[in-house]
């Protein structure tokens, strides 16, 4: 079962896969579906810290997966990817994983040595999102 | 021990005094004798490095008592090596013959304080010997324990990384030192190659302790723990509580390490209950040239409040890290218990102890699953090795970051470096560079305030030359030139006199402010009468295009003493002042490191040639003015005289 999450300001900040291999369909899925998430957000009035589900099943029928997405007030954009075979996951888990993930990277922003822009690089941040990953997959 | 074995080196015999004998036995019981009478090499490297010696003095002593050969030291070369460097101590050179007669007991730094420590109710006419008599009723427990000791290092002196991963931060620390404690016990056993590893840890020790006792005191104080552990019993509280601190020692600041954060704390944010900003701290710790990732971790580990900013605790505990990673100590995945800002603030005697047996524990039931061969070994006895193995261990591999640190820190290292104590040993060298370097940033090197005093010295005798040449002009309006200057010479000077006063403000010493004051004194004086050398010159100024008339020339006459008077005051005046203010210039420059000095005293000479030059010319043209109103008032008398009878008759 693959799931990533991945973390992008417009270029990827942070990518996290739970099998590794298989990043680079990931970073094709993100690609996409950015755009989606602009679409939503132009949509949508102003509405910050949006939950939304990307198209459920949109994708190439041999790999359905799901991608949730998530845009804070500074525009970064967290995508959650998980197969479509994991069905045990509901709406809300999903949020409180995007609320774990929005606590940890400001925790990673306020760190002084971390500039923004810069590829994730903390351990903390790996574990938590590691331990996020295993409890939720 | 006995006296007769203090014989052994080379077959010389050497005789022990009292005292003497005393001291050593107490040394050779703290160096962990096997059964066969072999010492610990790792306690004996302690014990050498402890002696504040250069490693090419405790080569030779290890030659010359006959450990070198033999490839351990028993009781009789322990005592030559011991002696031997008592010799070395007193400025002796090592040979067997400086031996023979009485020295004073050898100085172990660490050794002495920490025994003193330990036996703190004794009283001692001689540290090290009520030390060692201490030391001596409490090692008897323990040889039988070192057994196990010695051989686990032969088993597994190749297996330095032979420990499992840590599975909990507080192990990792001491994987490092167990890998370097098997390294002495190896080379001892080669003989030749222990020598040669404990050489080129040493060396990093000795500049240290030089240039910091407290260092080296502070990291002897780990020795003792072996000892004092096993003697629960008769270990104070106080005792009990440094071991505490020592024991765990990586992740815990002891209080001279709090002392000195406290200070660096103030330095970044006065208010010690206050926050220090994430940028000012970055600045701050990004001086101490670690990699930024490496920052970046500390600092999440640190700020466990998450809010950017850096409380005082969570200030030492990050400093401690870092100190920690400067000194070789791989980053702990998560913040160790002890450096918890919750822990760090109860500084104080409550440390359990039980805690930290209970940690040891832990770190011996994960020693106990790598090494083989360990078997009955006491509970206790582990968490004694531990910390000298924790010791010398990072000591290794840092010897590495030290050579590589050295260069980088001697630069960022700064002059005022406070006494630091470092946890460990092997932090000799590398903390205080590291220390120094953070240190550094604070507080910038003290700016050479030679230019402050050379310029204001200049500009007064700038000052004086132009109030000099002014005079000059003066007697030059006198002879031919309408326009008398005074007044506009007497202008510039006023400026650069203003800007000496803001000098003064400026100015970092206070020496200097005294010496600019007296001149300002002088100056406006001088000032004084140069106005009134200008008055008198101003009526002159009408008077030189009249030199014809005789009642200018009368009227001219008597002013031009008023003036000629004034002038020459008016030029003494100025010498004085000069003088004593070159005199303070140079008394000043005398002050001065000598290139400067020699500079400032050229300088100074210059102007002084320079104003007597324009003296000498007002001099000579003083004169010659002196010499036309003398014929003018000869003839002027003449006249009179011959006026005088025909008015008469």
Known sequence: MQTAIMIVANYPLYIRSVPTQGELKFHYTVHTSLDVVEEKISGVGKALADQRELYLGLLYPTEDYKVYGYMTNSKVKFVIVVDSSNTSLRDNEIRSMFRKLHNSFTDVMCNPFYNPGDPIQSKAFDSIVSTMMVQAF | MDQGSAAGTGGTLISLSDSEQRCYSGLYALCQPDSSGKLAAGKVAELFRASQLPAETLHQVTEVCGAKRLGYFGCGQFYGALKLMAAAQAGLPVRLESIAGELPLPVFVGITNELEMRYPNQPLTNESQSHILGSVTGSAPRPPADRPVLRHPDTSMDKQEVWSPPQSPGISPPRSPSAYRSYPYGAQRNGTDTLLVYEAKVPGLPSVPQ???????????????????????????????????????????????????????RSLQPDLSALIMGTVAKNFFTKSKLPILELSHIWELSDVDKDGALTFPEFCTAFHLIVARKNGYPLPETLPATLRPGFVEAAVVTA????KIGSVDLQMTSRQGVTTKQEARDESRKPAEFSPKRIPEPHEKPTQHVSTLKPDSPQELDANMKSRTRPRSYSSTSIDDAMKKVEEPPTPPPRPQKTHSRASSLDLNKLFQQSGQGSRRSQHSLSAKSGWLPPPPALPPRPPATQIFSFIPGSEKSSQKVVQQPNFADFSKFREEETSVRGGLSTEDLTPPKLDSTVVHQGHAPQKPVRRKIHPESQSATPPSATPYSAATLTKSTQRPPPKQKREIQMAIRKNRETNAVLTRLNSELQQQLKVVHRERVTLESQLELLRPVAST
């Open chain 2, 211 to 265: 240039e910091n006792s407290s260092p080296s005191h502070y990291s002897l104080r780990l020795q003792p723990e072996q000892p004092v552990i096993t003697r629960v019993a008769s270990v104070e509280r106080l005792v009990e509580r440094v071991e505490v601190d020592y024991s765990d020692d990586p992740w815990r600041i002891t209080e001279e390490q709090r002392e000195y954060y406290t200070i660096q704390f």
């Open chain 2, 352 to 355: 359990p102890p039980s805690e």
